[in-house]
């Protein structure tokens, strides 16, 4: 649209009042937008704002470029941050370089250009209100909800198991705010510590202050030239620093997710996360309709604190003589899976060091929607007698019950893809579960809930 500067000249007592309100509402708009620290404007952004021109569309051109080679600064998505989850940029740590910012980027992206899609910026550890009830983390869309449920699978481990004792049924119950957060912060710092191989752990915080410049090479994204590192030598100082952090990566508006992700490679560092990935994998994200889901090295990493693209035990060599790389160790908390596509299925077995981990708490993925199953009884993973028949519970955005019985011989029904009810076929939850449980008679409290 071509629209000029109004003229100096114009004859302003042909305004009426509303009109002139309305310019000094405008006017007082912008000046509060960019007095925001970091935020600059040169003349031609300022004869833009004067003409009435929006700055959402430059933004939007930055990213591909070509705000930058008009020679303007686009306004920054910072501004939408609660302050609540910005920080002093003297409260220690130290600021973010722009290599480590490039490399950041490349070990998601795979490149410097892309930026995280609005569900990935919207999304935070929100916890539902305190209650008599169970309560769980608010559940976002996309691919955030991934880290959203991995995440919860630990606040459900360190609820019901805390340091490591025996179940504790009633530990998701009556939870206070106070019990909520340290539920939090003792499962994010859980997943760090481990990635940083039980030696450091590494946090990411936005300041006010910007540390890294656009270049022709980086083109600035969201918020990741706004960051501080904190590293932490100790896991129950990491966990603390997290709760006294934690508006940061729960309150409203804030990117915890992203900062949370950000985190997790920091911790794990650069030359690890290398040397975890194989042929298969070069980088943890991947585009899907507009946005990003987490590839099965990000999972992974939460899971177990190594970035291995493969859900099987150890490594397997190709034909090819490439080397695949799957899981190293017994993981805290486990994993299964189910795909629509069979053959998907047979190729991506899921191995023993997932399928039975230290706790009764697994992640669950059903053809990429994620959610969580989980025991009381420490013992099911632990006692082989225990595994005649367990209830267990599911948490997909809703709480489920369900009974297990690995002793119904259901293979002598008419059909195997009957779960234990004429005329029913198996749904993919049940199948995942079967994948561990062969054969296994599932009987739900209720109906079955559809994944």
């Not at 740590?93 to 722009?98: L, Y």
């Not at 420490?378 to 082989?384: C, F, G, K, P, S």
Request: proline residues 5%; contains cysteine; aromatic residues 10%.
């Amino acid at each position: 649209m071509n629209m000029e500067v109004p003229d100096q000249a114009q004859n302003f007592h042909d305004l009426d009042l509303e009109e002139i309100r309305g310019k000094i509402s405008l006017l007082d708009k912008w000046r509060e937008i960019f007095s925001y620290p970091g935020l600059r404007i040169n003349n031609n952004t300022a004869l833009q704002i004067q003409a009435g021109l929006s700055t959402e569309q430059p933004e939007e051109e930055a990213r591909s470029g070509q705000y930058q080679g008009q020679g303007l600064v686009a306004p920054r998505r910072l501004c939408s941050v609660p302050n609540l989850s910005i920080i002093s940029s003297a409260s220690g740590g130290f600021p973010i370089s722009p290599a480590m910012a490039t490399k950041l980027r490349q070990s998601l992206f795979g490149n410097t250009v892309s930026v995280f899609s609005t569900d990935w910026e919207q999304a935070c550890f929100r916890v539902h209100r305190p209650s008599s009830h169970l309560t769980f983390l608010k559940a976002s869309k996309g691919g955030a909800r991934t880290v959203q449920m991995v995440v919860q699978s630990f606040i459900i481990k360190h609820l019901l198991f805390p340091k490591g004792r025996d179940g504790n049924p009633h530990g998701l119950s009556a939870l206070g705010p106070q019990e909520q957060g340290r539920g939090l912060a003792r499962a994010l710092a859980s997943i760090l510590w481990t990635a940083g191989a039980d030696q450091r752990a590494t946090i990411c915080l936005i300041t006010k202050d910007s540390y890294v410049a656009s270049t022709p090479d980086y083109h600035g994204n969201d918020f990741t030239e706004w960051l501080r590192l904190f590293e932490l030598s100790e896991k129950e100082a990491t966990e603390k620093f997290i709760y006294d952090h934690l508006q940061c990566f729960q309150g409203e508006g804030s990117p915890g997710i992203i900062l949370f992700l950000y985190s997790l490679v920091f911790s794990r560092s650069f030359e690890s996360l290398q040397t975890d990935l194989d042929s298969s994998t070069s980088h943890l994200l991947q585009p899907h309709a507009g946005g990003f889901l987490c590839r099965q090295a990000a999972v992974n990493l939460m899971l177990t604190g190594r970035a291995s693209p493969q859900v099987f035990n150890g490594r397997q060599e190709e034909p090819s003589g490439e080397m695949l790389h799957g899981i190293q160790a017994r993981s805290e908390v486990g994993y299964l899976q189910w795909g629509k596509d069979p053959s998907e299925n047979h190729r991506a077995q899921v191995g023993s060091m997932l399928q039975t981990p230290r706790f009764p708490v697994w992640l669950c993925n059903i053809s990429g929607n994620y959610s969580v199953l989980f025991s009381t009884n420490r013992q099911l993973v632990a006692d082989w007698k225990v595994e005649r028949v367990f209830g267990l519970h599911l948490y997909n955005g809703q709480i489920t019950q369900l009974t297990v019985d690995t002793h119904a011989h259901l293979w002598e029904s008419t059909s195997w893809h009957e779960a234990g009810r004429p005329g029913r076929l198996c749904s993919p939850l049940e199948m995942a579960i079967r994948t561990k449980w062969m054969d296994a008679s599932i009987h739900w409290d209720g109906p079955a809930p559809s994944i």
